[in-house]
């Protein structure tokens, strides 16, 4: 079983920068292809960054330039950097984990296995 914490949201003004963490459990975390997703009320969760077991990255085309995805897998640990914070960044934030062997990172959250809690990103104008 796999067990997903995140932490680092809160509210922030706009142009203004975060730095999200997820701390995941369980064994064999470096083989695990990782991801950020982000629901806002009124709209579905949609895709933000994800990261392959290997380390190669993709980040949707609406934070791309400004988000940045890492992991450092000695921590168990996934990081969301987020620069240049627009209000209509305003969400909560998930954390997942899938297992399927991937090269490429995974943007459909249907693949992910272990989702977090989420937690809370603002962005005031």
């Known amino acids: 079983q796999v067990q997903l914490v995140e932490s680092g949201g809160r509210l922030v003004q706009a142009g203004g920068s975060l730095r999200l963490s997820c701390a995941a459990s369980?064994?064999?975390?470096?083989?695990?292809?990782m991801g950020w997703f982000r629901h806002a009320p009124g709209k579905e969760r949609e895709f933000v960054a994800a990261i392959t077991s290997g380390g190669s990255t993709y980040e949707a085309d609406s934070v791309q330039g400004r988000f940045t995805i890492s992991r450092d897998s000695a921590k168990n640990t996934v990081y969301l950097q987020m620069n240049s914070l627009k209000p209509e960044d305003t969400a909560v934030y998930y954390c997942?984990?899938?297992?399927?062997?991937?090269?490429?990172?995974?943007?459909?959250?249907?693949?992910?296995?272990?989702w977090g809690q989420g937690t809370q990103v603002t962005v005031s104008s």
């Open positions: 369980g064994r064999a975390f470096s083989r695990f292809g």
């Open positions: 997942a984990a899938h297992t399927r062997v991937r090269v490429v990172p995974v943007t459909n959250l249907e693949e992910y296995d272990y």
